[in-house]
């Protein structure tokens, strides 16, 4: 099963641009690629950072820019994005307590899409009710599971993931949730997440150059 992953297009207004680069054209250029290079892929996922400013003028192009898109495509929120915002443009990507966090089955396993996002701080979070809500999806479900966000959930040891990782309190509650150490004995599984990623090898490389990559991932057996 091919995977497709994108993250931080940081989409602004029409005919701004964010360090001399133009997030919607480097989005429309890396569309036209996956479609080009990849179109066996069976899904694509953006882990957040959507928008620059978490306007709902992006999310609403950035919704019938996908609509027409033939891939199948899910989204998670970052740091840049404003949830209500968000949903207010992607309503169905709400979980029970309103974040943004929801299932996706593939050949290779069920795929889950966490909120890391909290306002008012770059740095992620993952509260009670979202770990709930974590914890809830890998009991009810053999796995394996690919879980994505856009925080990392553990220390990737690079100075700068530091500053934007899943705060240490939080961290430990998604990665020991995944990891099948806490009320979980049954998942095992990848996370994908934004870190590590070419802006912090090298920090003058803005984010309007969303960040792809694709993963092949093996089936389960039988699948
Ligand atoms: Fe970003």
Not at 105 to 118: E, I, K
Request: charged share 20%; aromatic share 8%.
């Amino acid at each position: 099963m091919k995977l497709l992953h994108l993250s931080d297009i940081h989409l602004t207004t029409p005919g701004s641009t964010i360090g001399g680069r133009d997030p919607r054209a480097n989005f429309e250029r890396a569309l036209a690629h996956a479609l080009k290079d990849h179109h066996d892929a069976e899904l694509m996922v953006i882990t957040g950072d959507l928008s620059d400013w978490g306007d709902a003028a992006d999310y609403q192009w950035l919704k019938q820019r996908l609509d027409e898109y033939p891939l199948p495509v899910r989204l998670c929120i970052g740091n840049h994005d404003r949830r209500a915002a968000f949903l207010s443009v992607f309503p169905d990507l709400a979980d029970d307590n309103g974040f943004v966090q929801g299932i996706h089955d593939t050949a290779a396993g069920r795929c889950l899409f966490l909120d890391t996002a909290h306002p008012d701080t770059h740095a992620g979070r993952y509260c009670d009710d979202r770990l709930g809500w974590l914890e809830a999806r890998l009991a009810e479900h053999d796995g394996p599971f690919l879980l994505f966000m856009h925080h990392n959930p553990m220390p990737v040891h690079l100075a700068p993931s530091t500053r934007f990782a899943c705060s240490t309190t939080h961290r430990s509650g998604v990665s020991s949730a995944a990891t099948g150490q806490k009320s979980v004995t049954s998942s095992s599984g990848i996370v994908i997440c934004l870190w590590p990623d070419p802006s912090q090898a090298f920090p003058s490389h803005r984010c309007a150059a969303p960040i792809t990559r694709a993963i092949r991932c093996s089936p389960r057996p039988g699948c």
